[in-house]
């Protein structure tokens, strides 16, 4: 049966979350502000949920309704189909994100949806399910904007950016959904040597190297929420992890990293070597500025440093050299920047192609493409 999905994500990946999900068979996609909605049988959720790079949370819509006030919300909940979304020997929990001028107190909305759902499922067979904010067996969300509410199941659980492979962090880490996006903006083909000579704990070129070898983003999570659901249909599920679990690995794939802070170096290679990538990401110790020129055509994706630690005239006189090691050493070759700090970026000194408004954490940034002529 054919349903109706939402896929959420970043600000500024809306493009190619939509891309991501007709590759996997999505149809009738429509992009909105971080989501995209699409439509699919089972199986597509299943496949979505589990091998999806540039996507944070899959829901399905349970109801959408206008409300006057508190016992309206309660109301229309109690009225839901309940019973076919959990039992009571199941628990729950309910995440909200509210902004409405009825509600002063942002918690309270889940509470009333709490009560509503409780009360018609022990009206119905006597007793009620429990809460579980932890592990709950059925994730709930509640979104309420003005008079209009929409509830929704929460199809994985914890946000898909949390993949399980980066034990070392570092230093303001880049957002897996955000890097594995990024990757994708790009246009980046596996046949095409890909550097991040600014690689931190590795993320852009660990989301790199499992696209490239078909990878399965989810592959480390050991419970999704859907296998809670009533309707969960486990042989589909056990059919779409051992087809999407092969992997093979492109040839010629050439990817490579650099920091000049060898403690950093030493995460990155921890996290990419706990993955089995050690074989595939190269990384060296050493400063961008005394970086090796690559002697070839390569694509490089960098997130160098911009945030308030930086006084402004150290930042422009920093990407004032990179921009000249740039057209200096990397003739012939691509380069992507993600940065939040406009000012400096100006002074790269080179006419970017593309721009792309994006969101790293609550900043706004541009990633920018540069052809290095």
Partial sequence: MIRDYIATTLGGLESVTAQELETLGATDIEAGARMVRF??????????????RTILRVLEPLA?????????????????????????????????????????????PSLVVKDALC????????????????????????HIFEDQVDILLDAVGSSMHMRGYRRYQGLAP???????????????????????????????????????????????????????????EPGIWRQIKLTEKETTVPEG??????????????????????????????TEVCDFFSLTPPGKPV?????????????????????????????????GSTAWILSANKQAMRQIGLQSAQRFPVFNGPLPAEFCQYDLF
């Avoid at 439509?39 to 999806?52: H, M």
């Avoid at 030493?266 to 996290?271: E, L, M, P």
């Avoid at 994706?301 to 000249?324: H, R, T, V, W």
Wanted: proline content about 6%; aromatic content about 10%; overall charge negative.
């Fill in 39 to 52: 439509r699919g049988e089972v199986s597509l959720l299943y496949k979505v949920c589990f091998t999806a």
């Fill in 64 to 108: 959408s309704f206008q409300i006057q006030n508190e016992r309206d919300l309660y109301w229309k909940t109690m009225d839901l189909p309940w019973r076919k979304v959990l039992g009571p020997d199941q628990t729950f929990a309910i995440t909200g994100v509210i902004n409405s001028r009825l509600f002063p107190h942002t918690n309270y």
């Fill in 119 to 142: 009360d018609r499922i022990r009206k119905d067979i006597g007793r009620r399910p429990d809460v579980d904010r932890d592990e709950p067996d059925v994730r709930i969300n509640l």
């Fill in 174 to 232: 880049l957002n897996e959904v955000l890097a594995a996006g990024l990757v994708k903006l790009t246009g980046w083909t596996p046949e095409i040597p890909l550097w991040d000579p600014m690689c931190g704990s590795g993320t852009i070129l660990t989301e790199a190297a499992e696209w490239a070898i078909g990878r399965p983003s989810q592959i480390r999570r050991g419970r999704f929420s859907f296998q809670g659901w009533p309707d969960y």
């Fill in 253 to 282: 794939l050439e990817i490579f990293g650099s920091d000049e802070n060898e403690e950093v170096i030493d995460g990155a290679r921890k996290n990419i070597r706990g993955v089995g990538l050690g074989e595939i990401i190269m």
């Fill in 299 to 331: 694509m490089l994706i960098m997130n160098p440093p911009y945030d308030e630690k930086i006084p402004l005239e150290s930042a422009e006189e920093f990407y004032k050299k990179i921009g000249d090691k740039l057209k200096q050493d990397f003739v």
